[in-house]
């Protein structure tokens, strides 16, 4: 399982999922299958670069995303080539051209995983291409 950015944080912060989602991020963390993408930590960055006076994270984003890391025991998906050269293709498919969600929608493809996601685009992309996405509903 792959999560989104925002799941993190939320995950992270002890905020209300899903009962789905958090049995299914509960399985993978005991599996030892729960990743998130370093993408991830790049759109961490900067959502707190365009914050002005209040940031969000409270520390430096890459103190905030290794202590998550550690407290979700998930695995660091790396961008590699396969995720890298998926991500161009991305845009023809989900009709956005969204950089983070790229990254996070090709992760999830190349690493053959499950995304959790409140992202209404991307829960639309599973919905209507269950051969190309699947997410669970956090």
Request: proline residues 5%.
């Amino acid at each position: 399982m792959l999560l989104d950015t925002h799941i993190l944080l939320w995950l992270v912060r002890g905020a209300l999922l899903s009962s789905e989602a958090l049995t299914s991020i509960a399985d993978a963390q005991n599996a030892g299958a729960l990743y998130v993408s370093a993408m991830t930590a790049w759109e961490l960055g900067t959502a707190e670069l365009k914050r002005t006076g209040r940031p969000e994270l409270g520390m430096p984003p890459s103190t905030w995303f290794r202590r998550a890391m550690g407290l979700t025991g998930a695995r660091l998906a790396p961008i590699t080539v396969a995720v890298a050269t998926e991500a161009t293709l991305v845009p023809a498919v989900y009709g956005r051209g969204d950089p983070g969600d790229c990254f996070l929608i090709a992760t999830a493809r190349v690493r053959q995983l499950r995304l959790a996601t409140r992202d209404a685009a991307m829960i639309d992309l599973a919905n209507n291409r269950p051969d190309y996405l699947s997410v669970i509903h956090s």
